[in-house]
């Protein structure tokens, strides 16, 4: 290969013969054999001078400006790859979420309502005791002042004092008779109290 400075030096001779010829008639291949040579010639140290320190060069700026946008495409395709592969985890992890909400949340609705219900139940039973227990206060009640009024009949028919034997025998038999006919048992009455 040529250096530069030779071939500057056979631009510059080219171009020295083509000013000491003196014009001749100006047509599109006028002139001689040697300024052809020369003109083919210095268009090839031209070529030459423009391959080695321009062409080359920018080919391989250009290849390298294409590799580089090429890497750039493979780089953002590989984001929207994982954009949407992050997008379609983020899905599931919010329909997992949703589902383990709404399960906790029937869970808790579940259990709210057990123990709704068995407060309730709870709350019934107490209620039942206690209607139980003022239905045989209301009974023992009944029956005492059964037994008083039959002691105070007694004393007023016979006239005496009835010992508390006969009374223990009268007011027993008393009871069974009250008991016997007595078809329906005795209705609590529920207190005026309570109601307000």
């Given at each position: 290969?040529?250096?530069?400075?030779?071939?500057?030096?056979?631009?510059?001779?080219?171009?020295?013969?083509?000013?000491?010829?003196?014009?001749?008639?100006?047509?599109?291949?006028?002139?001689?054999?040697?300024?052809?040579?020369?003109?083919?010639?210095?268009?090839?140290?031209?070529?030459?001078?423009?391959?080695?320190?321009?062409?080359?060069?920018?080919?391989?700026?250009?290849?390298?400006?294409?590799?580089?946008?090429?890497?750039?495409?493979?780089?953002?395709?590989?984001?929207?790859?994982?954009?949407?592969?992050?997008?379609?985890?983020?899905?599931?992890?919010?329909?997992?979420?949703?589902?383990?909400?709404?399960?906790?949340?029937?869970?808790?609705?579940?259990?709210?309502?057990?123990?709704?219900?068995?407060?309730?139940?709870?709350?019934?039973?107490?209620?039942?005791?206690?209607?139980?227990?003022?239905?045989?206060?209301?009974?023992?009640?009944?029956?005492?002042?059964?037994?008083?009024?039959?002691?105070?009949?007694?004393?007023?028919?016979?006239?005496?004092?009835?010992?508390?034997?006969?009374?223990?025998?009268?007011?027993r038999d008393a009871i069974e008779q009250i008991r016997r006919n007595s078809a329906t048992p005795v209705q609590p009455q529920t207190d005026p109290k309570q109601s307000l």
């Amino acid at each position: 290969m040529l250096s530069i400075p030779t071939m500057g030096l056979f631009v510059w001779v080219g171009v020295l013969a083509v000013e000491a010829e003196e014009p001749a008639a100006q047509g599109l291949f006028s002139g001689t054999f040697a300024d052809a040579l020369w003109t083919v010639l210095a268009f090839v140290v031209l070529m030459l001078v423009l391959g080695r320190l321009a062409w080359k060069p920018m080919l391989e700026r250009l290849k390298s400006r294409e590799l580089y946008i090429q890497q750039q495409i493979d780089a953002a395709n590989n984001a929207r790859q994982q954009a949407l592969d992050l997008l379609e985890q983020y899905k599931q992890q919010r329909a997992q979420i949703l589902k383990e909400a709404t399960d906790e949340a029937q869970q808790q609705q579940e259990e709210m309502l057990e123990k709704a219900s068995h407060e309730i139940r709870a709350i019934k039973q107490e209620a039942q005791d206690d209607i139980g227990y003022a239905h045989a206060r209301a009974l023992e009640q009944l029956w005492n002042e059964a037994g008083a009024m039959i002691l105070g009949l007694s004393r007023e028919v016979l006239g005496r004092e009835v010992s508390p034997d006969d009374n223990k025998h009268l007011i027993r038999d008393a009871i069974e008779q009250i008991r016997r006919n007595s078809a329906t048992p005795v209705q609590p009455q529920t207190d005026p109290k309570q109601s307000l």
